[in-house]
């Protein structure tokens, strides 16, 4: 899924002195480039459509004529503002090693927040045990009802810090900050739709969760009714 936005570190960008010292030409098509390559997939390589950009279809994207594009083109090459691939294709170092950053942040997260809900189930489960054998040498419990406390589903809370945390330090969040904004959703929003926020922000796969969780309220569903869907699909599964 292609982003609306990302973030451009302004710093980085007027700090590149191969780039200072082209013409204020070939610096606007440079930054219509990383326009073009921010849409493309994959991300930082100057495609159209999945194709690798000729100068014709850049000359076309940014409505110059083709002898003008490929000068401003050589001129960016000459200064080294960006690599080309062994197939030929344009490409904005930056843009994808931060891509390539992203993706493997994702895919931690992803991977941490399974783990964790794992054994948050198991350590439920033994702990559902226990306590249903305490009682039950102490008086009668039909088998359903042990049952029902051996099978039960992790604590909102567990849930909340389990998950939320693991997503929301794949984004680029620290720890820290991560579990005191899971706290403060839980004081304004309460547990069971901060569980909703945190599972629609990974759905969606929102890159800036904590300015999305400040319009949780207007921009989301009900919790609710999140929550019931979610478990009518746990219930099919």
């Known amino acids: 899924m292609n982003e609306p936005w990302s973030k451009f570190f302004w710093s980085d960008y007027d700090a590149d002195e191969g780039l200072r010292v082209c013409s204020l030409?070939?610096?606007g098509l440079w930054m219509r480039m990383l326009c073009l390559m921010a849409r493309a997939t994959p991300k930082g390589e100057l495609r159209i459509g999945g194709e690798p950009c000729s100068v014709v279809d850049l000359s076309k994207a940014v409505g110059e004529r083709d002898e003008t594009v490929a000068a401003l083109l050589d001129e960016l090459k000459r200064r080294g503002v960006f690599?080309?691939?062994?197939?030929?294709?344009?490409?904005?170092?930056?843009?994808?090693?931060?891509?390539?950053?992203?993706?493997?942040?994702?895919?931690?997260?992803?991977?941490?927040?399974?783990?964790?809900?794992g054994k948050q189930k198991d350590n439920q489960f033994c702990s559902s045990k226990i306590q249903a054998n305490s009682e039950a040498k102490s008086k009668p419990q039909k088998p359903e009802a042990r049952a029902s406390k051996e099978d039960g589903e992790p604590s909102k809370v567990q849930s909340i810090f389990g998950v939320g945390v693991s997503y929301l330090v794949s984004t680029g969040m620290k720890e820290g900050n991560a579990r005191s904004l899971l706290g403060k959703w839980r004081k304004q929003y309460g547990d069971g739709e901060t569980l909703a926020l945190i599972h629609h922000c990974q759905a969606n796969s929102i890159s800036e969760p904590?300015?999305?969780?400040?319009?949780?309220?207007?921009?989301?569903?009900?919790?609710?009714?999140?929550?019931?869907?979610?478990?009518?699909?746990?219930a099919k599964a």
Do not use: C, H
């Open 25 to 27: 030409a070939a610096q």
């Open 210 to 234: 904590s300015s999305f969780g400040m319009s949780w309220k207007t921009n989301a569903a009900p919790a609710n009714d999140y929550l019931a869907s979610l478990a009518k699909r746990r």
């Open 83 to 117: 690599s080309v691939t062994r197939t030929g294709v344009i490409f904005s170092r930056r843009m994808r090693k931060d891509a390539l950053i992203s993706r493997k942040r994702a895919e931690s997260g992803r991977k941490g927040g399974l783990a964790s809900l």
